[in-house]
């Protein structure tokens, strides 16, 4: 014998044996009640159901030949009266189809006054069928005649095998119901205990899973304790003979194994600390040089030079009256210095709508008017006030003329849409230019994951990565049909600055 006088079976065992028992419990009361309910209650019902259609046509029935009896033959109303008659005639006539005359479900006597009720109805509704067509045809006379001479006898006689045929159904429905509450009491006494089964098994199995609960949280304990790295407490209970107790001395000597592991490993650890020193100073070094290389690669070329030359142009153009080589010539300087600057900083959107509106104007003087640039800024953005990084309007837009609009023939316009969206701010640089088909979609959203192995749609790339740096609901989606244009969709986190900077107002 096991703890608490069990026999010795493994804790699964017992809780496979006591949800054997309690399933086992709880079918056998679905049985019996189903049984119940088929052999009992039912039969029950359909005496009952019974005795009220029988009645039902009897009061059917009485009322039709009640009517015939009060109508006066000499001046009544006679389509009253038909109509009377047959409604009567419909509600007996469906109530006597109801009453069940199969010989198996009543008794032998019920089954006579049944067969003889439905015989003599029968001939009455002929009856009645006659008096009415006697009625229509204005022979009041042969009708009165057709009704005291055959027709109420007839009724007398329905009326006669109806009551017998009530009475005998009463007489059987007690009989049946002593019957059947006899059989009623016995199910319910054998349901109470099967219900004391139910609680016992039920209780038993609660007990068992209650036991292995503890025992898995006392290990969920443990194991946590070891993922913080506290490998010096006590181990857990080794006394139980089932498999809680085989677990808990498995997890003990994984825990005593774990610590001299541990210990190995911090040993390991510091000398490979040493290691990672001298390899991260190395690295350094390296990094070092990468810098001083790349500081040599920009300073081959001087922007204040480019800038100087690029205002000496301007200046001459302003000197002879070129105003719109001055404009355009003031643009390309405000974008190379523009473009010059720290792709990695926060900008206000103001100044990347101002760049692009720079960009347009160069981009104008090529190609004239036909291509369009419209902005619709939602009410609630406030441009001066909004971080974006730098340079992520300028290459979509400057990709939606090239690729969008140039190869049109009558080119076409590019929308640029901010709003802000649930918290984030959406952008979409939509065009109406010649679009791309599916292979081409699909082509240009690989580009968007992949940097590309060549120089094209290298700026709508670094959108795309730049964007999904931020997380992975923020990102750019690219939505094209050949022949009506394409749309690329910015979702990006809502940064705000209240610094005010009265040039980009």
């Known amino acids: 014998m096991g703890p608490a006088g069990w026999p010795r079976m493994t804790l699964l065992g017992r809780i496979v044996l006591f949800l054997t028992a309690f399933g086992a419990a709880m079918a056998l009361q679905t049985g019996i009640g189903y049984y119940q309910s088929k052999y009992v209650l039912a039969p029950l019902e359909r005496h009952s159901e019974r005795i009220q259609t029988i009645s039902r046509f009897l009061n059917d029935a009485e009322?039709?030949?009640?009517?015939l009896e009060n109508y006066r033959w000499d001046y009544g109303d006679a389509g009253a009266l038909i109509d009377a008659v047959r409604a009567g005639q419909e509600r007996s006539a469906g109530h006597l189809?109801?009453?069940d005359g199969d010989l198996r479900?009543?008794?032998?006597?019920?089954?006579?006054?049944?067969?003889?009720?439905?015989?003599?109805?029968?001939?009455l509704a002929l009856k009645l069928d006659a008096i009415a067509a006697h009625l229509q045809a204005g022979r009041a006379d042969r009708a009165s005649q057709l009704y005291y001479n055959e027709a109420k006898p007839c009724g007398a006689y329905l009326r006669q095998y109806t009551q017998q045929l009530l009475e005998r159904a009463c007489l059987d429905s007690q009989d049946a119901h002593a019957r059947l509450s006899q059989l009623n009491k016995t199910l319910n006494q054998?349901?109470?205990?099967?219900?004391?089964?139910?609680?016992?098994?039920?209780?038993?199995?609660?007990?068992s899973l209650f036991r292995l609960?503890?025992?898995?949280?006392?290990?969920?304990?443990?194991?946590?304790?070891?993922?913080?790295?506290?490998?010096?407490?006590?181990?857990?209970d080794e006394s139980q003979r089932d498999e809680t107790g085989h677990m808990a001395r498995a997890f003990n000597e994984m825990k005593r194994s774990m610590r001299q592991q541990v210990e190995l490993l911090n040993e390991k650890s510091a000398m490979e600390g040493e290691l990672h020193a001298k390899e991260k100073e190395a690295l350094e070094l390296q990094n070092l040089m990468e810098r001083e290389k790349?500081?040599?690669l920009r300073s081959q070329i001087n922007p204040h030079f480019l800038f100087n030359t690029l205002n000496v142009i301007l200046y001459t153009a302003q000197q002879e009256g070129a105003a719109r080589t001055h404009g355009l010539i003031g643009s390309l300087s405000r974008l190379f210095r523009y473009a010059l600057a720290s792709n990695d900083s926060q900008v206000p959107l103001a100044r990347e709508v101002r760049i692009v509106d720079e960009f347009y104007a160069l981009y104008r003087e090529r190609f004239g008017s036909r291509v369009r640039l419209c902005w619709h800024i939602g009410p609630e953005v406030d441009l001066p006030d909004v971080l974006v990084p730098s340079f992520i309007l300028q290459p979509l837009v400057e990709n939606a003329f090239k690729h969008g609009l140039a190869p049109k023939e009558e080119g076409g316009q590019v929308d640029v849409t901010i709003r802000q969206e649930r918290g984030a701010l959406e952008i979409t640089v939509a065009d109406d230019g010649v679009g791309m088909d599916r292979a081409a979609l699909d082509a240009l959203r690989d580009i968007l994951k992949n940097p590309p192995s060549t120089g094209e749609h290298i700026g709508v790339y670094n959108v795309a990565a730049r964007l999904r740096l931020w997380g992975k609901?923020?990102?750019?989606?690219?939505?094209s049909e050949q022949g009506r244009g394409t749309a690329a969709v910015l979702r990006l986190p809502l940064v705000l600055s209240w610094e005010e900077d009265s040039g980009d107002d």
Request: charged content about 15%; some cysteine.
């Open 63 to 67: 009322s039709c030949m009640a009517a």
């Open 97 to 99: 189809a109801r009453i």
């Open 105 to 123: 479900l009543v008794g032998e006597e019920q089954y006579l006054l049944a067969a003889a009720a439905q015989t003599t109805y029968g001939t």
């Open 190 to 207: 054998a349901q109470s205990a099967v219900v004391l089964v139910c609680l016992v098994t039920g209780t038993m199995l609660v007990v």
């Open 213 to 236: 609960l503890r025992s898995v949280s006392a290990l969920a304990q443990a194991s946590q304790a070891i993922s913080r790295g506290e490998f010096d407490t006590p181990d857990l």
């Open 294 to 296: 790349l500081q040599q």
């Open 473 to 479: 609901e923020y990102g750019m989606d690219i939505q």
